[in-house]
């Protein structure tokens, strides 16, 4: 019975560890490199469709489920203004691009839009981002097709002084 309970708090323990070391940021700076999966300090929402890493990039791709909400959520974000750049392209067709704020990244209520949908165009996008109090920030990638694909990568954050 001693083990048991040893074992249980071991593994409790682990736990609160492993979510302790993410904490709210006011940078982010990622070109996704080192990513063999999605980093447990983000969260993907995929669907019945993919979102995954790959050939050091994030990789959104509709399989046979276009229409699918897909999000890819970062670590919470300090309250403050920031600017966000980040490198997107699609392979064709139809694609769109929509950021939220977050409060709870498990409650889709709590997705709140701060920038309009925008067709996904080839090359560097900027935003100009309003966090009112600390949140996550989510990319809504919409695929409209079938096995299309949106990649995103070198995504920087950065709080305006």
Known sequence: MKRIVLAGIIAFG?????????????????????????NKCWTAKQG???????DKKIVFYSMTNPGENMYLVTPKIK??????????????GETALELFSINNTSDVKS????????KITTGKKTFDISLKKDSNLG?????NGVHQAVYVDNFSL????
């Not at 997705?111 to 925008?118: E, H, P, T």
């Open 139 to 143: 990319l809504k990638v919409l695929l």
């Open 48 to 54: 019945k469709a993919m979102l995954y890493a790959s």
């Open 111 to 118: 997705y709140v839009s701060i920038a309009k949908s925008s």
């Open 79 to 92: 309250a403050g203004k920031y600017t966000l750049t980040l490198d997107i392209s699609d392979n064709g």
């Open 14 to 38: 682990g736990f609160l560890t492993a979510n302790a070391q993410c904490k709210t940021v006011t940078t982010i700076t990622e070109n996704f490199d080192a990513w063999k999966d999605i």
């Open 158 to 161: 950065k709080q305006k002084k």
